[in-house]
């Protein structure tokens, strides 16, 4: 059986765009104390997050051809999940929760 680590690239594989967060997500990244260019910097450079692997395939498709990037990352020991999407056309990406969707 083998384990497959993802490769994470030092500079950004796309550009984000004009850069927006939910005053829900701004709550959920305060209450952790985290700091939302961590999350930021991982989507662009390809870390997906806690996301299964045919939604990170998808994802290095949609790098590919143009589409919406998604990742999701778990936070605090609740495990709430923040979200970062980055629209097809690379105009926004958006830091929000589950909720905010």
Partial sequence: MSTQTPILHLFPLFLPGQIVATPAALD??????EAPQTYLRRHLQGDWGDIC????QLN?????????????????LSD???WVITEADRS?????TPDDY
């Fill in 80 to 82: 709430e999940r923040l």
């Fill in 28 to 33: 959920l990244l305060q209450r952790n104390r």
């Fill in 53 to 56: 692997p045919e939604d990170a």
């Fill in 92 to 96: 926004v990406t958006t830091l929000l």
């Fill in 60 to 76: 290095n498709h949609a790098l590919k051809c143009g589409q919406r990037v998604h990742s999701a990352y778990a936070l605090g």
